[in-house]
């Protein structure tokens, strides 16, 4: 077991996927950066999915970019410091495709993800959880390190609402 817990802020990815409004990949790459600055140890900045399925998360790839870029402006004035936030940063990937975008976006961490369900791995991910498992395996044999697996076995009212699972609240 171990001794200590490590805190993952997931704003830039859960809370935005959930908003209608797309923010521009500029913003996002800001608020990545601010939450890296108020402290933040580990900042999720979004997922590797299928843009048409959640939109408000294309573009996931040119974050980590803009955040490449600015901690190389970073490091010129101040020699070290420069890649601090991007080391900072993981996404969620919950395929092998998802696995190889992070990879080729040059992220250093990524959060793998499933349902327990076999419903809900095919409501959100298109796939059983025994497919999901086989990618896990293969993104496990590859180099970058896999900061966590989340598991789920529900989706929480407010969710199932967005989705329109459940009826509006009265």
């Known amino acids: 077991m171990h001794d200590r817990v490590m805190i993952i802020d997931v704003a830039p990815r859960d809370g935005l996927q959930n908003e209608l409004e797309v923010l521009p990949v500029a913003v996002r790459a800001e608020l990545v950066q601010r939450l890296h600055a108020a402290g933040l140890p580990r900042v ?72 327990a369900s076999e419903g809900l791995n095919q409501a959100n991910f298109k796939r059983s959880v025994a497919a999901s498992l086989e990618d896990f395996a293969a993104i496990a044999r590859q180099a970058i390190p896999i900061a966590s697996v989340s598991a789920w076995r529900s989706v929480p009212p407010s969710a199932a609402r967005l989705k329109g699972m459940l009826p509006p609240s009265t």
Request: aromatic share 2%.
């Open 44 to 115: 999720e900045i979004g997922s590797f999915v299928n843009p048409k399925q959640i939109p408000q998360m294309a573009g996931t790839g040119e974050v980590v970019t803009l955040l490449v870029s600015a901690a190389q402006i970073e490091a010129v004035g101040e020699p070290g410091s420069g890649l601090s936030v991007l080391r900072s940063c993981t996404a969620l990937v919950p395929n092998l495709k998802g696995y190889e975008g992070a990879r080729a976006a040059g992220l250093p961490h990524v959060r793998l993800v499933l349902a």
